[in-house]
């Protein structure tokens, strides 16, 4: 008999509302299929200091690497993520062993009013450069700033008065169930972080657990995480370089999104591509690093 018939599988999570509605969602999946698992509330650095903007703390993944080792520690089985922050490069005895289908990747503005009829000065927060920079290439009269806390939080400090707009996925609003007053930005021109949209699970390689999580695992939400990563790793994105990557499958043929955006104006540069699969991303990142600016204020990688 697989011990699994017997025991609860231990899903890892932070204990964000967010974190645990995600999580929930996986335990769900599961029972789907008559296996039980429970929840296990875990920390991070990236939770407990909330001074620091995202972008700018040290290292990438601040909120995955101290969980992926409790997988490796062995006090929970697997860990449940927002895809879009595990970085492209994880332990190489852990595995993504599944994803759920892919939500609606884009970025929603909570505002009174719509981007193009904000109020000159308008504050807008927003924990991600990628996001600011879009903001501030779109609209140069607003003032795009960072804001810290998780959802509620930055709803809380919006409702206050202490910003005019805060923008935020789509995605983890739905997951809630919070509706508040709020516009969807067009993918194009505010390109999505990669893999924004997506939860993935994460557990040991090759494991018992991971032949578990592929039961669950989304095929085509897979294939679009994997060909928004192939590019992040082949650039060597971080989370302090400002740059969207979305890849959704339409037709026979999947549309390969990609915008960089300058840190020194209000310029970015755009590709939409449509390509068969991963085998193809190469050629588009050779493109970019031809045509990528020597003077956006940074540099890509390799």
């Known amino acids: 008999m697989n011990k699994h018939d017997e025991e609860d599988i231990s899903l890892g999570s932070r204990s964000s509302h967010l974190a645990i509605a995600q999580t929930k969602m996986v335990r769900s ?11 296990v509330k875990l920390s991070s650095k990236g939770d407990i ?24 520690d062995g006090t929970v089985e697997a860990v449940v993520h927002s895809a879009k922050d595990v970085p492209s490069l994880i332990h190489p005895d852990l595995e993504i062993s599944a994803v759920l289908e892919r939500a609606p990747p884009e970025d929603v503005l909570i505002s009174k009013f719509p981007l193009g009829e904000l109020p000159e000065g308008s504050k807008i927060g927003t924990s991600s450069i990628r996001r600011i920079r879009s903001l501030v290439c779109s609209n140069q009269k607003i003032n795009a700033v960072d804001i810290r806390g998780n959802v509620d939080t930055r709803i ?94 339409e037709s026979d043929r999947y549309v390969l999104t990609v915008r960089f955006y300058s840190l020194k104006d209000r310029r970015s540069i755009f590709l939409k591509n449509e390509i068969r699969g991963p085998e193809d991303v190469d050629a588009i990142v050779d493109n970019i690093k031809v045509i990528f600016p020597d003077d956006f204020g940074y540099r890509l990688g390799r």
């Open 29 to 39: 999946e599961l029972l789907s299929l008559g296996i039980n698992s429970k929840i």
């Open 49 to 72: 200091d909330r001074s620091v903007p995202l972008y700018r703390m040290k290292g990438t993944g601040v909120f995955v690497e101290e969980l992926n080792n409790k997988v490796l």
């Open 156 to 249: 809380s400090k919006l409702k206050k008065g202490e910003y005019d707009g805060i923008v935020l996925a789509k995605a983890g609003l739905e997951r809630l169930g919070i509706k508040e007053n709020s516009y969807s930005l067009p993918t194009d021109e505010f390109v999505p972080a990669p893999n924004q949209g997506i939860i993935c699970i994460i557990s040991r390689r090759n494991s018992e657990i991971s032949r578990i999580m592929n039961k669950i695992s989304h095929e085509q939400t897979m294939q679009e995480m994997r060909i928004e990563r192939k590019v992040v790793e082949e650039l060597d994105l971080g989370c302090s370089v400002p740059a969207g990557i979305l890849c959704r499958k």
